[in-house]
Every structure is written in structure tokens, then in C-alpha cells.
Nanobody, 116 residues
């Protein structure tokens, strides 16, 4: 079983930056896909960005040019650099990885609050 722990959330003013981290309990080298999702109050969880084991990235349109996803296999950690934050980016951000033995795993989330 894989455990994921997100960190780096907090309160930031609009236009500011944050870097989220997602630390995995085991090696992520062989994990094909890792991603960040978010869920705002009253809304469904949505994909923010994903990265493959080969380094291919895809982003939701609403974060293109502002957010960057990366992974450090040596540290078993996934990152999300968030710049030019907007109030609408306020949400709980979740890390997701998989498949690992056919299963996908979620972290518990980290809250990002952007004040306008």
C-alpha cells in the first residue's frame, strides 16, 4: 500500500506563489502517472495537472502558463509550482498516483486559500 502526504498549502494573496509537495511512502520510479487534483467548496474534484514516468505533462486549461508539475524520483516526491494565483484557485489540492498493482491512491489533501 502506498501512502501520500501533501504539504505546502496555505494562505496567499492573489498574484502570489506556492509550491505543493506530495511525498510517497515508496519508490515512484515505476509509477506511470502522477497527478494533482483540486476540489473547491461545492464543486466536483477536477484534474489540475499530471505527469508520466517519461516526463510528459498535461495541464488543465485554467492553469496553463501558471502552474508547473514535476516529480523527483530520487526523493519519491511530486511537486506543483503555482504562480500568479487567483482567488478561483482556492481549493483543497490532492495528489493522486497509479496504477500501483492495479490501484490508484490519493493523499488527504492540502488547503490552498487565495485572498483577493
Amino acid at each position: 500500500q502506498v501512502q501520500l502526504v501533501e504539504s505546502g498549502g496555505g494562505l496567499v494573496q492573489a498574484g502570489g506563489s506556492l509550491r505543493l509537495s506530495c511525498a510517497a511512502s515508496g519508490s515512484i520510479v515505476s509509477i506511470n502517472r502522477m497527478g494533482w487534483y483540486r476540489q473547491a467548496p461545492g464543486k466536483q474534484r477536477e484534474l489540475v495537472a499530471a505527469i508520466s514516468s517519461g516526463g510528459s505533462r498535461n495541464y488543465a486549461d485554467f492553469v496553463k502558463g501558471r502552474f508547473t508539475i514535476s516529480r523527483d524520483n530520487a526523493k519519491n516526491t511530486l511537486y506543483l509550482q503555482m504562480n500568479s494565483l487567483k482567488s478561483e484557485d482556492t481549493a483543497v489540492y490532492y495528489c493522486n498516483i497509479g496504477p500501483v498493482s492495479g490501484m490508484y491512491y490519493w493523499g488527504k489533501g492540502t488547503l490552498v486559500t487565495v485572498s483577493s
